[in-house]
């Protein structure tokens, strides 16, 4: 069981990137998917998190700092989840990590955790 995040790297202010998210070992269809970033020495923030299309409405919410700039979608027949990430500020420099949970809405306890990857945002 595993999720795979890609797709950081370094972007200048006002840029955009697109992460990936991609399961192995089990089915995202029925878990709720949620794109969390951190800094170090600070708590994880949850940035983005979408309900399953499985038993749920499949909805989204963001956290008010990206809300209109990213989009969290997420492909069940690829069983992946995405966050494009545009218009970005130095501030949304962080490890980006993404997570699945079966029941319930994103929360800094989630069922599977992908590794982090880094987006780096500067001129």
């Known amino acids: 069981v595993q999720l795979q995040a890609s797709g950081g790297g370094l972007v200048q202010p006002g840029g955009s990137l697109r992460l990936s998210c991609v399961a192995s070992g089990f089915s995202l269809n029925r878990y709720t998917i949620g794109w969390f970033r951190q800094s170090t020495g600070e708590e994880r923030e949850t940035v983005a998190c979408?309900?399953?299309?499985?038993?749920?409405?499949?909805?989204?919410t963001y956290a008010g700092s990206v809300r209109g700039r990213f989009t969290i979608s997420r492909d069940d027949d690829g069983n992946s989840a995405y966050l494009q990430m545009n218009n970005l500020k130095p501030e949304d420099a962080d490890v980006h990590y993404c997570a699945a949970k079966r029941y319930g809405w994103c929360f800094r306890i989630m069922d599977y955790w992908g590794q982090g990857t880094q987006v780096t945002v500067s001129s």
């Open positions: 979408i309900a399953s299309n499985t038993g749920s409405d499949g909805s989204a």
